[in-house]
């Protein structure tokens, strides 16, 4: 029997190799003649690089920028070679992080991300990956943009700070010493946001809180990003701003499309680049999940897109994730041929938090007692 062993991470607990290897070590103890296969994966945000990496035999670097509060941090990326072309993978949580964020939204801004960017430029890199989950800002990508060489301008010509209360009083772009190497990049951002940048259902209104956008604030930040957009737009020749995607990252999408970037799904490259296709080809059962499952899961998540493929492949999908919303449960089970998850009637939450790789081992133990029940050697393939 051979079992794929592919989640995304149980985040703020475990990545998602820690994650794939407490789930094997339970499998083995109950079912030592098992082969598994431990395949991290990720959606775009948090982890994407380190799972990559993990695959690609790619190179970490480090570079010193600016974070969102504007002070220096190392900040990690990767550099991945195929056919003798340099990919860069860069990580928006790895430079404008919620975590780190400890100055007011109002300030914060994405123009480490941008150089970043800039010192691959230097190193010749032209093509790029982009994860945009876990971003603090909401500048519009503003930041990102000054650090490759666009300069905002108030009315008097004075030079502003590519945040939300800078673009307060932002009266013009000025687009002429843009870094013309860009021209010749293929950027690929990493979203399942399809949101626009402005509006009802853009960046400030559907994310802005939880980046500590307060209510007070959301009117003027949209406004002011709006404002951005009506003057980047039209250097663009077309409205980038409510193409689907731009509200990413608190606009970061909005920026890097507005460059020229595509916006993909990112659990998809991830699974892409891991050949979690060919992987199927020769396993009889995926074991995939997430810190917690519940209605978002069904809307393009890691694990809804990995159990697609494996249906594609005819192999049956089990979901083990640390928590499973019941209202949801029901609709996951049309996707999962079973759906476990590590707190329950016997673990608490906080049981599950104190120990997360111990819990998930037995819960993987008890995922695999059941499979050795439901399983039929002559049936290696979900029919």
């Known amino acids: 029997m051979k079992i794929l062993i592919a989640p995304d991470s149980f985040k703020g607990t475990l990545s998602a190799l820690a994650a794939a290897r407490a789930i094997e070590a339970g499998i083995q103890r109950a079912l030592p003649d098992a082969i598994t296969q431990c395949l991290p994966l990720a959606d775009g945000g948090e982890g994407t690089l380190d799972v990559l990496l993990f695959a690609t035999q790619g190179e970490r670097k480090t570079a010193q920028v600016s974070d969102a509060n504007g002070d220096l941090i190392e900040a990690s990326y990767g550099l991945l070679t195929e056919a003798h072309e340099t990919t860069a993978v860069l990580e928006a949580a790895q430079v404008v992080s919620l975590a780190q964020a400890r100055i007011d939204v109002a300030e914060r801004t994405t123009r480490g991300l941008g150089e970043l960017l800039r010192l691959c430029l230097d190193q010749g890199v032209r093509r790029f990956l982009i994860g945009l989950g876990g971003s603090s800002t909401n500048d519009g990508g503003a930041g990102l943009l000054v650090a490759l060489g666009v300069r905002l301008l108030d009315a008097a010509g004075n030079t502003i700070e590519p945040s939300p209360n800078g673009l307060m009083v932002l009266d013009r772009i000025d687009f002429a010493v843009l870094d013309a190497r860009l021209a010749a990049c293929d950027i690929t951002v990493l979203t399942d946001v399809d949101h626009p940048l402005c509006g009802p259902a853009g960046a400030t209104a559907v994310f802005g809180p939880q980046k500590g956008v307060q209510a007070a604030q959301a009117a003027a930040f949209d406004a002011a990003i709006a404002h951005l957009a009506r003057l980047c737009d039209a250097w663009a020749g077309c409205a980038v ?135 039929s050697s002559n049936e290696s393939k979900a029919e």
């Not at 998809?268 to 499952?293: F, H, N, Y």
């Open 241 to 375: 701003s409510q193409q689907a995607g731009a509200g990413a990252a608190g606009g970061l999408g909005y920026a890097l499309m507005l460059l020229g970037a595509k916006r993909r799904p990112g659990a998809e490259v991830v699974c892409e680049w891991m050949q979690l296709d060919a992987r199927l080809r020769d396993a009889d059962w995926l074991i995939t999940g997430e810190g917690k499952s519940d209605a978002q899961t069904l809307h393009g998540k890691l694990p809804l897109v990995a159990a697609n493929h494996a249906q594609a492949a005819r192999v049956p999908a089990i979901l083990l994730s640390g928590v499973i919303e019941a209202e949801s449960r029901v609709l996951l089970e049309q996707k999962f041929l079973g759906c476990f998850s590590v707190v329950s009637e016997e673990v608490t939450l906080e049981e599950a938090l104190c120990d997360p790789a111990r819990r998930l081992t037995e819960r993987g133990e008890s995922v695999a007692n059941w499979i050795s029940r439901s399983y």
